[in-house]
C-alpha cells in the first residue's frame, strides 16, 4: 500500500524513535511510506531536553499564562499549515491510506483525509481532553471537541495501554474500531558484544564487576527524578558496589546534580548528559538494572523495552500499561508507586542476587523478541485495517440480496 505517515511533533524524543520505528516497520512489511512532517522534526534523534512545554507553576504567573494562552493558540493555527501540507501531498502521491500521529488541538489532517476520502488510522499515544487531563488547556471545550470528532472519524485508532482503549471509547468510538499497540523493539538494536558494554563501563570510570543501576531518559518531574534522588542514599549505603548510571538531561538535571553533591554521593553517580539515539543501546548494555520511578497511568514507557531488550531487570510502578508489559519477578520487579521503602527494596533485591537478575533479564529480552517488535505492530494494525476496510466496502447491493 502507499502510505502518507502525518504527524506535527517535533520528533527528537520518545515520539520521534517511535515514528522512525513505525515506518521501518511498515516498509519492512513492503508498503511504501512518505513522511508528511515538519522540517525540525527530520533532525537527529536523541535523549535531549524532551518535552518543553509551560510548567503548572510557570502557567500560574502573568508573564506564563501569556506564553500558555499564545503556544495554544499557535497550535490551533497550525491546522491551517497541517491542512495545506497533508492535501498536497495527498493530490501528489495519492494515498491508499494516512497514518497520522494524534496531537493536542490537531484536525488539520483528519479535515484533509474527510475531504478527499481517504481513510484515516489515528495513532494515540495519549488524550487530553478526556480521562487523562496530561496538560493544562486555555480551550478547553474546543479541545474536546476537535479529539471527540477526529476519533470518531478515523477508519481504525490505535492506542498504546488498555486505559487509554477505555478513553478513547468514551467518545462513541466502536471497539472494534480500537486497536491495543504498545510500544516495542526493534531487534537490530540488540546488543551482543560485550565488548561494547566494557568499552562504555571504562569511558565512565565504572569498575567492570560494579552494579550498574540505570535511567535512561529525560529528567523531569513525570519521570520521578526526584523520587531517584531520594533513593540513592539509601542504596548507595545498602550496596557499595552499586553505580548509577543517568543517561540523559532535562529540566531537574542541576537540582539532581546539587542533590548529589550535597549529600556526598558523587562517587555513585555517573551523567551522561543528553546522547543520540543511536548510542542509547550502549549505555544500556552497561548497566545491570534498568529504572523507571515513575509514570501515568495511560502510557507505554519505551524505555522498559529498550531495558528488556538488552536483558536487563527492570524495577518499576505498578501501574495498568506496566503490568501490561511487566509480569512481576518474572520478566521485570514491580512496585508500589510513589512507595519509596518498597521501590529501594525492588532494588536492592535484584542488586544483591545475581541469579535472579540474570534470569530476569534473559526471560524479559525472550518476551520483549517475541511478543513485543515494532514489526510485528505494523503487521496486527495493517491487519485490522485490512478487517475493517473489508467490512467498510461491503456494497448496499450485497446488503439487499441478504434481505
Not at 490505535?158 to 478513553?167: A, T, Y
Not at 563501563?201 to 523520587?227: C, M, Q, Y
Not at 539515539?277 to 524505555?303: F, H, Q, R, T
Amino acid at each position: 500500500m502507499r502510505i502518507l505517515y502525518h504527524h506535527r511533533t517535533r520528533g527528537d524524543g520518545a515520539e520521534g524513535i517511535h515514528i522512525r520505528e513505525m515506518v521501518c516497520a511498515l516498509e519492512g512489511l513492503g508498503h511504501e511510506v512518505q513522511l508528511v512532517c515538519p522540517t525540525a522534526s527530520r533532525r537527529e534523534l536523541g535523549i535531549s531536553l524532551g518535552m518543553k512545554g509551560i510548567t503548572s507553576k510557570e502557567a500560574k504567573t502573568k508573564k506564563g499564562f501569556f506564553k500558555l494562552v499564545l503556544t495554544h493558540t499557535l497550535e490551533l493555527a497550525y491546522n491551517a499549515i497541517s491542512f495545506t501540507r497533508l492535501s498536497w501531498n495527498i493530490l501528489r502521491n495519492r494515498p491508499d491510506l494516512v497514518y497520522e500521529r494524534y496531537s493536542c488541538y490537531h484536525f488539520g489532517g483528519t479535515a484533509a483525509c474527510r475531504l478527499f476520502q481517504v481513510p484515516l488510522v489515528l495513532e494515540v499515544n495519549s488524550t487530553y481532553a478526556g480521562r487523562f487531563q496530561r496538560r493544562q488547556l486555555v480551550y478547553r471545550r474546543l479541545c474536546r471537541w476537535i479529539e471527540k470528532w477526529v476519533l470518531q472519524k478515523s477508519q481504525l485508532v490505535c492506542v498504546v495501554s488498555e486505559p487509554l482503549k477505555s478513553c478513547v471509547e468514551d467518545r462513541q468510538v466502536p471497539p472494534e474500531r480500537v486497536l491495543v499497540t504498545p510500544n516495542a523493539v526493534n531487534p537490530d538494536h540488540l546488543i551482543r558484544n560485550n565488548d561494547v558494554r566494557q568499552s562504555v563501563r571504562f569511558k565512565l570510570n565504572i569498575a567492570p564487576d560494579a552494579t550498574v543501576i540505570g535511567f535512561v531518559g529525560s529528567l523531569r518531574r513525570w519521570h520521578g527524578i526526584e523520587f531517584l534522588a531520594e533513593a540513592i542514599p539509601s542504596i548507595s549505603k545498602n550496596c557499595p558496589n552499586c553505580i548509577f548510571l543517568i543517561v540523559g538531561t532535562g529540566e531537574l538535571e542541576a537540582e539532581f546534580k546539587s542533590s548529589i553533591r550535597s549529600k556526598d554521593l558523587e562517587q555513585f553517580v555517573r551523567f551522561t548528559g543528553g546522547v543520540p539515539y543511536d548510542s542509547v543501546p550502549s549505555y544500556i548494555s552497561a548497566i545491570d538494572i534498568g529504572l523507571m520511578p515513575d509514570s501515568n497511568e495511560w502510557g507505554s514507557p519505551m524505555k522498559i523495552l529498550e531495558y528488556m531488550l538488552q536483558a536487563k531487570s527492570v524495577v518499576a510502578p505498578r501501574l495498568g500499561p506496566i503490568e501490561e508489559i511487566v509480569e512481576d519477578r518474572k520478566t521485570g520487579m514491580l512496585f508500589e508507586r510513589h512507595n519509596l521503602t518498597d521501590f529501594v527494596s525492588a532494588i536492592l533485591r535484584l542488586a544483591t542476587d545475581s541469579t535472579s537478575l540474570e534470569r530476569i533479564g534473559k526471560e524479559s529480552q525472550r518476551y520483549v523478541l517475541n511478543e513485543r517488535t515494532w514489526k510485528s505492530n505494523a503487521d496486527k494494525i495493517m491487519n485490522a485495517f485490512g478487517s475493517i476496510d473489508s467490512a467498510k466496502n461491503t456494497t448496499p447491493k450485497d446488503d439487499r440480496n441478504t434481505n
